[in-house]
């Protein structure tokens, strides 16, 4: 079946650009992470959403990160105002319940020059 | 808030050895995961271990789990060239299970 999605793949933004990153999960899965890995670490927990409602956004590392996730299915991660530190790669995952193993999608690669 | 150490970080062994890939963690957590990243690549799961003793094994890697070391190993047996990769472990604490993932191990099998 269809795993988890993401567009785009690939995003250049000139700094203070605002980006907008989709996510498409697994059809049914009601829990929706966001991470952000940064070259040659481990991704880093953004945020969560069980259904459409956020219940941990701990950590966005400030108030230009925004996600929601309206109907409960695709997810929309958005920087406004990009900065060069906001260059990583942003990872969703998605899993059918509230804890167990999540399955991630490819990534987009964010590029802030 | 909970931490997560891999080593070694890097690992070049030759074809048809055998190693192990540590993991520790810093707080009580029952269930650990491992994953595959290859570069430019998702995370692709490899095991989930979900109790104390916990022992799970795939083709040549086998993975282990002792919470009250707050340990896991992943052993890697007769290695082989497509398992070159960066493996990370991930420890959640419990329900709304946000990962704390490991920096990774980046395995370089060499033929």
């Known amino acids: 079946g269809a795993g988890v999605s993401q567009s785009p793949r690939y995003k250049v933004a000139k700094r203070g650009q605002d980006v907008a990153l989709r996510c498409d999960p697994i059809s049914g899965h009601v829990s929706l992470f966001w991470y952000q890995q940064a070259l040659g670490q481990g991704p880093e927990f953004l945020t969560y959403f069980q259904n459409e409602a956020q219940l941990d956004k701990s950590g966005l590392p400030s108030d230009r990160f925004f996600a929601e996730r309206p109907e409960g299915s695709v997810s929309t991660l958005k920087i406004q105002r990009t900065q060069q530190e906001d260059s990583a790669v942003y990872l969703c995952a998605s899993s059918p319940s509230s804890r167990g193993t999540q399955y991630f999608g490819p990534g987009t690669r964010l590029t802030v020059l | 808030e909970l931490k997560v150490e891999q080593n070694p970080l890097f690992l070049s062994m030759q074809e048809g050895k055998n190693y192990t890939i540590y993991c520790n963690y810093s707080t009580t957590s029952d269930r650990l995961y491992w994953y595959r990243q290859d570069p430019g690549k998702s995370l692709e799961s490899l095991f989930v271990?979900?109790?104390?003793?916990a022992v799970k094994q795939e083709g040549r890697l086998m993975a282990s789990l002792d919470t009250k070391a707050r340990l896991s190993t992943l052993h890697i047996t007769a290695a082989v060239h497509d398992l070159s990769a960066t493996y990370f472990c991930?420890?959640?604490?419990?329900?709304?299970?946000?990962?704390?993932f490991g920096s990774g191990t980046k395995l370089n099998v060499k033929p």
């Open positions: 271990l979900l109790s104390n003793g």
């Open positions: 991930a420890v959640d604490r419990g329900n709304f299970n946000k990962f704390y």
